[in-house]
């Protein structure tokens, strides 16, 4: 039997409600998973697998708009 595998997320910054690795709610998160606010030891690796390049987007917000040059 395989041992459950646990993430080190890390901790909401303060005043924040979403982990910063991810922007997940902390109650949303399975229950083995863990925290930190040291961003070496985070092995959760969902934000960095959906994030685009920087420059991919032209700017542009998640309503559309292009910041004009």
Known sequence: M???VCV???MPPA???YTS???TL???LPTLDLFTRDP???TCT???AAELPVDSDRNESPFG???LA
């Open 21 to 23: 690795c991810c922007l």
């Open 26 to 28: 902390p109650a949303e």
């Open 40 to 42: 070496g030891r985070v």
């Open 8 to 10: 080190m997320h890390e």
């Open 15 to 17: 005043g924040g409600s």
């Open 2 to 4: 395989n041992a459950p």
């Open 65 to 67: 708009w292009t910041e």
């Open 46 to 48: 969902v934000r960095q």
